[in-house]
């Protein structure tokens, strides 16, 4: 006690000031070392406790943007207030505010972290942080009036400084726990991952490469380092075999007696059904590895499994959704009301596109029939333009249909001279050119577009229908012989 | 003006400005207004935003979610997500063929011989009237052998060495199991997701959800195999490609399996396109005035159909014309398929059809009921199957057309593992089994080359991943971009739909 009233008169002999400022600071104090013992006070032991503490608990993440809301303010309202006085002194409010919401915010965070029985690191840097920027916002309030006294000293600044990074820091510490450590990165354009080194290269494991990233993505931000939720931890191959504190989760060689495959396989409205809370259930194909890999052995160094073949060289391009075209819209239906060449949607949903259908006028679909198409030419993702009369110079015309996936272009008079044209279409990843004249000296200009998966050259120069296949003799591969990347990936 | 109950901020007070005031106040008090307007409509509307959203907004909307009402209307309500497959060909085997001596290879049976089948394993299921008198069920394994294909290293029985190549292209489900034993009532199941006749069948229900490709052929189209008597048929009908409830325009359109494809298509002596134009102009007339008159919609369904076989006189010739198939696809197909009505020559057609834009084909074979003289008629009719079958996949897979074409090969019902009549090293029959039997699918939105569940040691029950007729079509549904719960049509006070009303679910395990 004597060390408190030593600090306590310390600071009153240097900051002259009134009786109640002086009471203020000595509760200020008395708060601050309330919440700097608190984790001691009651211990985040890993259980989970009274549900009244969860149901408060859980607004937590609702109400925790309203103080970052209001401190981000309060720096911006002291520089803005320079030019104009009004708004410095709503700084002061502000701030009285924050620091109001930041104890109802850090307690409602206490709770969620003790009732729902949160431990590890994570949770811990994140209490920490709170309780730090707490203080830190009582420390700006008590050091505020001076400071807007004199009108002079980086006291008040430098502690507004600080508070800035530790309510970064300490959000980013709770983005982590919500969304898992790699929310904002995994996005990243690659370029950008690169230059800034996230992601480490992957080693040739099947578990490196395969089950490490599913349970990274569905499982580690509640068991990982941040949270450990029943002590259980997914984040390293051996946190991952030791198992939780119910014992171990996966028995190698036997996925019907692992705990972990039998929780993602429960139907997800099931009370135990894991990724928990709502959270998407693994994709089916996902969970057909984690049963393969845990059958075979669960080990971490094996590069290939019986019976999964993962065509990972060459993924699907994943659905762009396409520009909005409601504009567009009732010319579209008119049109597909007439006979002829018509637009129609993929989906209910507008995003994935339009089909440009021909079948109703292959015979006398042209070039320039063609052209009239490029208004929509955005909005077409897949072109069917098999056995109509177009010929090399549609190539001009389906270069701007930038959206395109499918083009279908069988039976038709092309001769592939104009192929190259297709380079600019990003998203192209089906091409038939069955049935045409393209030779396999055209088709070879394919090679430069990268998204193309599924290329037809059948019964073309390029690809010779196959001489009198019989049924009883082994066939030839008669698909896709021209385009050496393809590899059977329908 | 009558006023809108949401809007009372715009009710008539006296304007300050109008009064006799200095011009300085009025300005100040303009300049209040419009902030006090502004603030005071913002709150109320964003106040009501938030009610409106608080509130089911689909009682706010007063619309209805189920499909009722043809679709193509305003809104395009189908497909509900991205397809992977835009059409379908379903080689449905009526009668029920064998997984026994198919697909559902099962090495231990050979030692099992003429033993009884335990009675654990057949439990307390109730038999068809064909063998529930019968003293002894003895095991009968399959007369063939099978042998290993493909990379999948999947097992097929030597009576199939073409499918045998294929196999890595197949999405074989080895689980699925129905609720009905005999005939009728399964074959209704499969089709329409219900015993009873009177449902819309799969291919009705694609055609009223997804609506047509293309304005010259049907939506779904239904070939029907000449008969083989050295077979054991059962008979199928049009209540199998019927619309049922919906709009008879959804009904599927047969091809005839010899002489004219559509009878009474071409026009008689002494007709041309022109007089056939006129006649069915004032036919059309008609029909118009009656539908004004009574408003029933089949008015409307019975003008769309003239009109469909006006455009089909010039179609279906083309259609039918195969001069133009080069070499290769009789390479492929095999000489069957020269021949009109052979299942060879539907499977062809199949392709044409999809070719030409059509939905839905399908292609019916009937002779899988084999009760006795299994090893007499299983090789005839795989025989005429077999090469069928892998000529289509083949084909379609060749010509780029599989990436986006689902084909569905099944039957009713599979046969038992146990012989019934008397069993003899040479020769059996089996009779209806529900509790387990092989389909396959392959093409867009299926994962190629897998199995799909197991069963038991004698091909009895289901022991993992089963997949219901409600699930199987539920899944094929969803591979054409359909939620199964969402295509529905009110009739009877019900939204109806394929999978009915017990819960369905999509088979993801099965999806690519």
């Given at each position: 006690m004597t060390t408190l009233r030593t600090i306590t008169e310390r600071g009153v002999r240097m900051l002259p000031i009134k009786q109640s400022t002086r009471i203020a600071w000595a509760a200020s104090l008395g708060l601050s070392l309330l919440l700097l013992s608190l984790p001691w006070l009651v211990r985040l032991d890993g259980h989970s406790h009274a549900d009244w503490q969860q149901f408060l608990g859980r607004f937590h993440p609702l109400a925790v943007h309203l103080p970052i809301g209001l401190l981000v303010l309060v720096p911006l309202l002291e520089v803005v207030g320079a030019l104009r006085p009004a708004l410095r002194e709503a700084a002061g409010f502000v701030l009285a505010l924050a620091f109001a919401s930041c104890l109802v915010a850090l307690s409602l965070g206490f709770l969620l972290a003790y009732g729902s029985g949160d431990s590890g690191a994570g949770v811990s840097r994140h209490l920490w942080g709170g309780v730090v920027l707490t203080i830190v916002v009582l420390i700006c309030l008590l050091a505020r009036p001076q400071w807007h006294a004199k009108?002079?000293?980086y006291a008040y600044p430098t502690l507004l400084a600080c508070m800035l990074i530790a309510l970064v820091w300490t959000a980013d510490q709770g983005g982590s726990l919500t969304h898992?450590?790699?929310?904002?990165?995994?996005?990243?354009?690659a370029g950008m991952k690169r230059v800034l080194a996230f992601?480490?290269?992957?080693?040739?494991?099947f578990y490196a490469r395969h089950i490490h990233p599913i349970l990274d993505a569905?499982?580690?931000?509640?068991?990982g380092e941040g949270q450990a939720k029943g002590?259980?931890?997914?984040?390293s191959y051996e946190l991952l075999m030791k198992g939780g504190k119910d014992g171990a989760v996966i028995v190698a060689g036997n996925s019907g007696k692992s705990v972990l495959f039998q929780r993602i396989t429960l139907?997800?409205?099931?009370?135990?059904?894991?990724?928990?809370?709502?959270?998407p259930p693994l994709q089916p194909e996902e969970i057909r590895w984690i049963k393969a890999w845990i059958d075979q052995?669960?080990?971490?160094?094996?590069?290939k499994l019986d019976g999964i073949t993962i065509r990972e060289e060459l993924p699907e391009a994943p659905i762009v959704p396409v520009g909005d075209y409601s504009s567009l819209m009732p010319e579209i239906q008119k049109m597909a009301l007439g006979q002829g060449a018509k637009l129609k949607q993929v989906?209910?949903?507008?995003?994935d596109g339009l089909v440009l259908f021909t079948v109703d006028a292959a015979s006398t679909f042209d070039d320039a029939q063609l052209a009239q198409f490029q208004k929509f030419a955005p909005y077409?993702?897949?072109?069917?333009?098999?056995?109509?009369?177009?010929?090399?110079?549609?190539f001009d015309t389906l270069?701007?249909?930038?959206?395109?996936?499918a083009l279908h272009l069988e039976e038709?008079?092309?001769?592939?001279?104009?192929?190259?044209?297709?380079?600019?279409?990003?998203?192209?990843s089906y091409l038939n050119l069955s049935?045409?004249?393209?030779t396999a000296a055209s088709a070879a200009?394919?090679?430069?577009?990268?998204?193309?998966?599924h290329v037809y050259l059948y019964n073309t120069p390029a690809q010779p229908a196959?001489?009198?296949?019989?049924?009883s003799q082994p066939a030839t591969p008669a698909v896709e012989a021209a385009q050496p990347k393809e590899k059977s990936a329908q | 003006m009558k006023q809108h109950?949401?809007?009372?901020?715009?009710?008539h007070v006296t304007n300050?400005?109008?009064?006799?005031?200095?011009a300085q106040v009025k300005q100040e008090w303009a300049e209040l207004q419009t902030r006090r307007h502004f603030l005071g409509r913002a709150g109320k509307v964003l106040g009501w935003a938030a009610a409106a959203s608080l509130l089911n907004n689909r009682a706010l909307r007063g619309?209805?979610?189920?499909?009722?009402?043809?679709?193509?209307?305003?809104?395009?309500?189908?497909?509900?997500f991205a397809p992977r497959a835009k059409r379908a060909i379903y080689l449905f085997m009526s009668g029920g063929p064998s997984q026994v001596d198919?697909?559902?290879?099962?090495?231990?049976l050979a030692a099992q011989f003429d033993k009884d089948l335990p009675d654990s394993v057949r439990g307390s299921q109730q038999l068809t009237g064909?063998?529930?008198?019968?003293?002894r069920f003895p095991v009968a394994p399959s007369h063939w052998a099978f042998k290993r294909y493909g990379e999948s290293g999947t097992w097929v029985s030597d009576l199939m060495p073409n499918m045998g190549r294929i196999v890595d292209d197949l999405t074989i489900i080895k689980s699925t199991n129905t609720?009905?034993?005999?005939h009728e009532p399964a074959i209704m199941l499969m089709n329409?997701?219900?015993?009873?006749?009177g449902k819309p069948c799969l291919g009705s229900w694609l055609a009223y959800g997804l609506?047509?490709?293309?304005?010259?052929?049907?939506?779904f189209m239904v070939l029907q195999t000449k008969l083989n008597t050295d077979e054991n048929n059962q008979p199928v009908s049009s209540r199998l490609w019927s619309s049922g409830f919906l709009s008879s325009e959804y009904a599927g359109v047969g091809l005839r399996s010899?002489?004219?494809?559509?009878?009474?298509l071409s026009d008689p002596n002494g007709v041309d396109r022109e007089v056939r134009r006129k006649m069915l102009d004032a036919v059309n007339e008609i029909n118009r005035q009656t539908y004004e008159e009574l408003g029933d919609p089949e008015t409307n369904s019975r003008i769309a159909q003239y009109e469909m076989a006006y455009r089909m006189q010039s179609s279906v010739p083309e259609l039918a014309d195969?001069?133009?198939?080069?070499?290769s696809t009789w390479d492929l197909y095999?000489?069957?398929?020269?021949?009109?009505?052979?299942f060879a020559y539907n499977c062809l057609m199949a392709r044409r059809l999809a070719e030409r834009g059509v939905r839905f084909t399908q292609v019916y074979k009937r002779g899988?009921?084999?009760?006795?003289?299994v090893t007499k008629i299983l090789p005839i009719i795989c025989r005429e199957t077999d090469r069928g079958c892998y000529a289509l996949i083949t084909d379609l897979k060749q010509r780029g057309m599989l990436d986006d074409t689902l084909v569905i090969w099944a039957g009713e019902f599979g046969r038992t593992?146990?012989?019934?009549?008397g069993l003899t090293p040479d020769n059996y029959g089996r009779d209806h089994h529900p509790r387990c039997y092989t389909t396959w699918m392959a093409g867009g939105g299926v994962r190629p080359g897998i199995t799909y569940g197991e069963t038991d040691d004698y091909s009895?029950?289901?022991?993992?991943d089963p997949v219901t007729v409600r699930d199987f079509n539920a899944t094929i549904l969803h591979c054409l971009g359909i939620d199964h719960n969402k295509l529905t049509y009110k009739f009877q006070g019900l939204d109806q739909k394929?999978?009915?009303?017990v819960p369905a679910s999509v088979v993801s395990g099965l999806l690519a």
């Amino acid at each position: 006690m004597t060390t408190l009233r030593t600090i306590t008169e310390r600071g009153v002999r240097m900051l002259p000031i009134k009786q109640s400022t002086r009471i203020a600071w000595a509760a200020s104090l008395g708060l601050s070392l309330l919440l700097l013992s608190l984790p001691w006070l009651v211990r985040l032991d890993g259980h989970s406790h009274a549900d009244w503490q969860q149901f408060l608990g859980r607004f937590h993440p609702l109400a925790v943007h309203l103080p970052i809301g209001l401190l981000v303010l309060v720096p911006l309202l002291e520089v803005v207030g320079a030019l104009r006085p009004a708004l410095r002194e709503a700084a002061g409010f502000v701030l009285a505010l924050a620091f109001a919401s930041c104890l109802v915010a850090l307690s409602l965070g206490f709770l969620l972290a003790y009732g729902s029985g949160d431990s590890g690191a994570g949770v811990s840097r994140h209490l920490w942080g709170g309780v730090v920027l707490t203080i830190v916002v009582l420390i700006c309030l008590l050091a505020r009036p001076q400071w807007h006294a004199k009108g002079v000293g980086y006291a008040y600044p430098t502690l507004l400084a600080c508070m800035l990074i530790a309510l970064v820091w300490t959000a980013d510490q709770g983005g982590s726990l919500t969304h898992g450590n790699n929310y904002l990165t995994q996005y990243m354009p690659a370029g950008m991952k690169r230059v800034l080194a996230f992601g480490t290269t992957p080693s040739a494991s099947f578990y490196a490469r395969h089950i490490h990233p599913i349970l990274d993505a569905n499982c580690s931000s509640c068991h990982g380092e941040g949270q450990a939720k029943g002590g259980l931890r997914m984040d390293s191959y051996e946190l991952l075999m030791k198992g939780g504190k119910d014992g171990a989760v996966i028995v190698a060689g036997n996925s019907g007696k692992s705990v972990l495959f039998q929780r993602i396989t429960l139907p997800p409205d099931h009370k135990q059904f894991m990724p928990a809370e709502g959270r998407p259930p693994l994709q089916p194909e996902e969970i057909r590895w984690i049963k393969a890999w845990i059958d075979q052995g669960a080990s971490q160094t094996v590069a290939k499994l019986d019976g999964i073949t993962i065509r990972e060289e060459l993924p699907e391009a994943p659905i762009v959704p396409v520009g909005d075209y409601s504009s567009l819209m009732p010319e579209i239906q008119k049109m597909a009301l007439g006979q002829g060449a018509k637009l129609k949607q993929v989906s209910a949903k507008p995003s994935d596109g339009l089909v440009l259908f021909t079948v109703d006028a292959a015979s006398t679909f042209d070039d320039a029939q063609l052209a009239q198409f490029q208004k929509f030419a955005p909005y077409i993702v897949e072109a069917e333009l098999d056995r109509t009369a177009l010929t090399d110079a549609c190539f001009d015309t389906l270069k701007q249909f930038t959206n395109l996936r499918a083009l279908h272009l069988e039976e038709t008079k092309i001769t592939g001279s104009g192929l190259a044209k297709l380079a600019s279409l990003s998203h192209l990843s089906y091409l038939n050119l069955s049935g045409t004249q393209v030779t396999a000296a055209s088709a070879a200009s394919l090679n430069s577009i990268k998204s193309l998966r599924h290329v037809y050259l059948y019964n073309t120069p390029a690809q010779p229908a196959p001489a009198a296949t019989r049924a009883s003799q082994p066939a030839t591969p008669a698909v896709e012989a021209a385009q050496p990347k393809e590899k059977s990936a329908q | 003006m009558k006023q809108h109950p949401l809007c009372t901020d715009t009710e008539h007070v006296t304007n300050v400005l109008d009064l006799a005031i200095p011009a300085q106040v009025k300005q100040e008090w303009a300049e209040l207004q419009t902030r006090r307007h502004f603030l005071g409509r913002a709150g109320k509307v964003l106040g009501w935003a938030a009610a409106a959203s608080l509130l089911n907004n689909r009682a706010l909307r007063g619309d209805n979610y189920s499909a009722a009402g043809a679709p193509g209307g305003d809104s395009l309500k189908f497909p509900n997500f991205a397809p992977r497959a835009k059409r379908a060909i379903y080689l449905f085997m009526s009668g029920g063929p064998s997984q026994v001596d198919l697909w559902d290879y099962k090495p231990n049976l050979a030692a099992q011989f003429d033993k009884d089948l335990p009675d654990s394993v057949r439990g307390s299921q109730q038999l068809t009237g064909m063998t529930t008198s019968q003293a002894r069920f003895p095991v009968a394994p399959s007369h063939w052998a099978f042998k290993r294909y493909g990379e999948s290293g999947t097992w097929v029985s030597d009576l199939m060495p073409n499918m045998g190549r294929i196999v890595d292209d197949l999405t074989i489900i080895k689980s699925t199991n129905t609720e009905a034993i005999n005939h009728e009532p399964a074959i209704m199941l499969m089709n329409t997701g219900n015993m009873n006749a009177g449902k819309p069948c799969l291919g009705s229900w694609l055609a009223y959800g997804l609506g047509s490709m293309n304005d010259n052929l049907p939506t779904f189209m239904v070939l029907q195999t000449k008969l083989n008597t050295d077979e054991n048929n059962q008979p199928v009908s049009s209540r199998l490609w019927s619309s049922g409830f919906l709009s008879s325009e959804y009904a599927g359109v047969g091809l005839r399996s010899a002489g004219d494809p559509v009878l009474y298509l071409s026009d008689p002596n002494g007709v041309d396109r022109e007089v056939r134009r006129k006649m069915l102009d004032a036919v059309n007339e008609i029909n118009r005035q009656t539908y004004e008159e009574l408003g029933d919609p089949e008015t409307n369904s019975r003008i769309a159909q003239y009109e469909m076989a006006y455009r089909m006189q010039s179609s279906v010739p083309e259609l039918a014309d195969l001069s133009k198939e080069p070499q290769s696809t009789w390479d492929l197909y095999g000489p069957d398929a020269r021949v009109p009505g052979t299942f060879a020559y539907n499977c062809l057609m199949a392709r044409r059809l999809a070719e030409r834009g059509v939905r839905f084909t399908q292609v019916y074979k009937r002779g899988w009921d084999m009760h006795d003289n299994v090893t007499k008629i299983l090789p005839i009719i795989c025989r005429e199957t077999d090469r069928g079958c892998y000529a289509l996949i083949t084909d379609l897979k060749q010509r780029g057309m599989l990436d986006d074409t689902l084909v569905i090969w099944a039957g009713e019902f599979g046969r038992t593992v146990y012989s019934q009549g008397g069993l003899t090293p040479d020769n059996y029959g089996r009779d209806h089994h529900p509790r387990c039997y092989t389909t396959w699918m392959a093409g867009g939105g299926v994962r190629p080359g897998i199995t799909y569940g197991e069963t038991d040691d004698y091909s009895y029950n289901v022991v993992k991943d089963p997949v219901t007729v409600r699930d199987f079509n539920a899944t094929i549904l969803h591979c054409l971009g359909i939620d199964h719960n969402k295509l529905t049509y009110k009739f009877q006070g019900l939204d109806q739909k394929l999978t009915g009303p017990v819960p369905a679910s999509v088979v993801s395990g099965l999806l690519a």
